[in-house]
Structures are given as structure tokens and as C-alpha cells.
């Protein structure tokens, strides 16, 4: 923490000194060679007269109310009485740098969450397929997440997760993800080594995901599940809907994790859609009335996110066109 030294007469500054924590004394003129971050305690009328950009704490005397207004309005942080510092200094220090820190990490919530988009993966041109996307979060960050990838010519290994929970380390775990898949081969081999290393690393967080590999020449899909609910569905002409429904754990439970391997042939025109529980949002009633009527929306393509949403939401669909 610094102390800019000030320009005026302090009485008995001495004494306001050696009330502080460690503090590091700085002069004015040297303040842009500074950490911009690091919370400054001077006195009001310097900071009035020259507004530089370090978090303040402002000290006045007891006749400059109107001088601590002026600072407040200009960002000060706390105003405080040369003559009448907080008894216990330190603590409330340590609040105020606390309250700083996180409201800095508010600010930075925008950019965070565009950088998580542009970890999406692109749009990519498939033989016999289209990939379809949705990708809403409820605040900033997302804990929801889905990528797709080549793993040869002719196929394309895709997953759709949803982290326990809300706020960063939901999100980071998004992108460590991102960063992971790319050692895995196969769905069950990628969903074993995800549930291994949150197992191993203790996070407190469980990730429920639905992989898989499509073969864009024979059309078989071959896809794992690790607790993943509303379960993947396929829809197809002419055919009432088939939902996939398995019974599995989600990652990060226990090391001791079963996951199964299941086959089928995605048909002409058909369509496999995962999504995130946060889809069933838009919809009234128990969890079985809302899948029924989350599957008439996708089934009919009328599927559309509210404006405001309690929970994110992410949709993958891997559409046959021919």
C-alpha cells in the first residue's frame, strides 16, 4: 500500500504514520511510475488538485466536508479524518482493499465473458452434415459449454457440458476443457480421463456431458453419456421422437466411473440434439412436463430462449442434409 506524501502541512503526520500498516511512502510527481492496482492513502486536497488514477484513500480535516464530497465524487474509495483514524486500521484496510479487488473483478466480467466466447469453436464444413449451435449464459460467464472437432476426414468427435453451479471456476472449467479434449479419441476414453483429473485434483465442482463420434460417410454415431440430463434425442420425418435415455453418473463423483458406449445410425434428414438442462428453463411444470414440451419446440424448430435467463443454456444439434 502507499502513502503519497503531501504538499501541505500535516500536524502530527508522524503520528498518523505510525498508526498505519507498512505502507510505502511516494511522491506525487512519481506516481505514473506506480502499480495503478495498489490502493494509496494521501490527503485531500492533493488528490482533488491532481486526480491521478491509483485507488484512493483520502484523509482531511474536520472542516473539509466539502472536500471529501468532491473526492467521493470522484472515485475516492473511503474518506477519513486526519485527527480521527477507524480504530481498528488495519482491518479496515484489508476490507476496503477486499471490496476493491472484487469490484475490479465485476469490471473485468465483460471482457472475461467475451474471451469465453471466442473460445467457441467456429463454424465448420461438413460432408452430409450441418452443425446447429446455441449458446446462452445466464450472467457473464457460462458453466455450460460444447465444442466439435476433426479427428479424420470422414469423422467428428462433438461433446456438450454442463459444470455444477455458476460464476468463474464453473467457466474456467470450460475452458479447461477446451484445452483437454484434444488428447481423446473415442467418448468414453475422453469422459474417463475429464472424470480422472477432477477426481485427482479434488474440484469441487461435477460436470455432467453427453459425447461422441460421427461417421460422416456411414452415418453411425457412437456417443457416452456421464449423468447428462434431458437426454440426447434424435428426430427424424415422419417419426416420433427417440430419446436416448441412459443411467450413468456425472464426472467427478467417483473414481470408479462406468461409462457405456452406445450405437446408432443417424438416417436421412435426421437430426441428434443435446442440450444443457437450462433449455427446459422457458418451460412450466415438473421436469418431465418440461422435456415434453422442450422436445414439441425442437422437434417443431420453434425452440427460442427467453430474453433474461436464470440458467445458461447450450444447444448442439448435428443435422444429416442428404
Sequence with gaps: MYFIQPTR???????????????????????????????????????????????????????????????????ALAGWLWNHLPENLQLTLSKIDAQYKRNQDSRDLPSAADLQKKLLPNPIELTN???????????????????????????????????????VTSSLLTSWMAAFHGRSKTPRELLKKLNGMLVQENIEKHITMISGILNLETHQLKWSSAGHY?????????????ILNTSSFPLGLTEDLEVEEFECTLNKHARF????????????????????????????????APDHVADDIAILSLRRVN
Design 9 to 75: 502541512d500535516i500536524p502530527h503526520l508522524e503520528q498518523v504514520l505510525d498508526a498505519l500498516p507498512s505502507v510505502q511512502m511516494i511522491n506525487i510527481e512519481d506516481i505514473p511510475t506506480y502499480d495503478p492496482t495498489i490502493i494509496a492513502i494521501a490527503d485531500v486536497e492533493d488528490f482533488l488538485a491532481h486526480r491521478w488514477n491509483l485507488p484512493t484513500v483520502v484523509l482531511a480535516f474536520d472542516q473539509e466536508g466539502i472536500a471529501l464530497s468532491k473526492a467521493w465524487e470522484l472515485g
Design 230 to 242: 434431458p437426454p440426447a434425442i434424435i428426430f427424424e420425418p415422419n417419426h416420433p421422437p427417440k
Design 129 to 167: 452434415y450441418k452443425v446447429e449451435t446455441l449458446f446462452k449464459p445466464s450472467a457473464y460467464l457460462s458453466g455450460d459449454w460444447f465444442d466439435y472437432w476433426k479427428i479424420s476426414d470422414k469423422e467428428i468427435m462433438f461433446y456438450l457440458a454442463d459444470v455444477s453451479g455458476h460464476g
Design 273 to 304: 440434439i443435446i442440450c444443457s438442462d437450462g433449455a427446459l428453463e422457458p418451460y412450466s411444470g415438473g421436469l418431465n412436463e418440461q422435456f415434453v414440451q422442450l422436445v414439441y419446440h425442437l422437434q417443431n424448430q420453434s425452440f427460442q
